[in-house]
């Protein structure tokens, strides 16, 4: 009996192996103990691995370029920055609803990683190539032409394009390899987040050290070239694990889901839900009736939308039911569940607007103080500080899962250690901290200019590694936060909709970014009236920066307590039977 049951679990949709050469999600018992898991698992988080070192290897220093290769203001260059950086996290709503609707995760990958390699390439070229690249005089003075920066930017876009079908599907598609309803399985799902942003942040590391340093000391061809190169491994590292993926199949296109349910509610707005939940529509037999999804039992709250589940006379005297009428319980739970999201997803924006600083306000604040290494000849790049953000997640990430969770556990009972939504809420407290931070070495900085009088000297006399602190402290919050919500995100995500949700939860750093480079256009704005400096001009010895940081340290407590009032509101999803 068991072993029927077992045949029932994990019957097949076709074959063993789908056309495309992927093993299907759902092989017999027998071949699902030879995929899946941790035996797959190591291709996926290679392909982050290379992926992100191509990312961040380009992107790390990616201002400075803006200002000495392209000859931008400061203000100008970190708006065009946040700008693009903040693309790259909107277009994983695009590779996501592609996904999940159409190409599944593994095709949508390899399709957009494609695109990807074409715009890395592309930008190597307009560093490398004479004619591409700006022209710098003796002086090392840098001008670009109008063509010159369009290349450059059409190339980033491509970029931001190619990332947009990668990162909403690889950790999902990493933690697909896992069965909820195997608890041995549900368990190393958990520690698979966390082991997946180690990864992430070992490229990093190595783009912010090694990449960095090449772009600053031989040049940025090459240091463009490299990430194109490491993204070219990433492709190939991803396809060489194809025969041990398991694959869930699209479901459709969620967007028309979630849709029928608004119109379906909408046109029985006078029909009343049975306090018989058990009479509302839903597919007879065990399973649902949306490919990759299992049923979801009803929830209490938003009742409106139950009204899309009530069948009425109209409904029972067709054939069969029109969808855009009369749907499922379990496809009006599926917009319940993002309606849900949402507000924890939203709280995701001020935390991204902090950790965006890494890239562009500690970058320009390290330029300007010390960067020699103790007594030696050795200077390392402001950008490179971004290191100990790495080297903290680094170290955080293993103790979290080998000492945090296990000691917790004991105390709260609980799978994870902590819940995923209080994990999320320590990260966001650590980040105002992070802030306090930066903006107390920025008031030394400016006391040690106005002691010495030296407003127009390059360099503070303070040496770069006081950063280190606010640094260290986002990584932190990182681990809490950051791999909360990719956890959070994805075992909330009703099944056949995991990769939109993860590019949902992606879309809090493209707004954290659109909100930070807001706000530098306000606060510039504002601060530069009447003729003044203004908190943010070229040079930062006139201005007040540490303002900045304080007003971001603000809007992260106010964005603390919010959280915590949301998540005291939330409602967990309740899946029922096995997937489809």
Known sequence: MAEEGNNMKYRMLEDNYTKDGTVDYR???????????????????????????????????????????????????????????????????????????????????????????????????????????????????CNATTNQTAVCFVALYLIALGTGGIKPCVSSYGADQFDDADEVEKKHKSSFFNWFYFSINIGTLIAGSVLVWVQKNVSWGWGFTIPAIAMAIALVCFLSGTRLYRNQKPGGSPLTRLCQVLVASIRKYQVEVPADKSLMYETADAESNIKGSRKLDHTKNLSYFDKAAVETQTDLSKGSPDPWRLCTVTQVEELKAIIRLLPIWATGIIFSAVYSQM????????????????????????????????????FWV?????????????????????????????????SIFAMVAAALLEIKRLDIVKRNDSYDTLVVPISIFWQVPQYFLIGCAEVFTFIGQLEFFYQQAPDAMRSFCSALSLTTVALGNYLSSVLVTIVTNVSTENGKMGWIPDNLNYGHLQYFFLLLALLSGINLVVFLFISNWYTYKRPLGTLR
């Open 359 to 394: 890239g562009n306000l500690f970058v320009l604040q390290g330029e300007q103080m010390v960067t020699q290494v103790g007594n030696s000849n050795f200077k390392i790049p402001a950008a490179s500080l971004s290191i100990f953000d790495t080297l903290s997640v680094i």
């Open 398 to 430: 293993p103790d979290y899962d080998l000492i945090i969770v296990p000691v917790t556990r004991k105390f709260t009972g609980h799978i994870n250690g902590i819940t995923q939504l209080r994990r999320i809420g320590i990260g966001l407290f650590i």
């Open 27 to 141: 092989g017999n018992p027998a071949n699902k103990k030879k995929i899946g898991t941790w035996k797959a698992c190591p291709f996926i988080i290679g392909t982050e691995f290379a992926e992100r070192l191509a990312y961040y290897g380009m992107s790390s220093n990616l201002v400075v370029y803006f200002t000495q290769r392209l000859h931008q203001h400061s203000a100008t260059a970190t708006k065009n920055n946040l700008d693009w950086s903040g693309t790259c996290y909107i277009t994983p709503l695009i590779g996501a609803f592609i996904a999940d609707a159409y190409l599944g995760r593994y095709k949508t990958i390899a399709c957009f990683s494609v695109v990807y390699i074409f715009g890395m390439t592309l930008l190597a070229l307009s560093a490398s190539i004479p004619g591409l690249k700006p022209t710098c005089n003796a002086d090392g003075t």
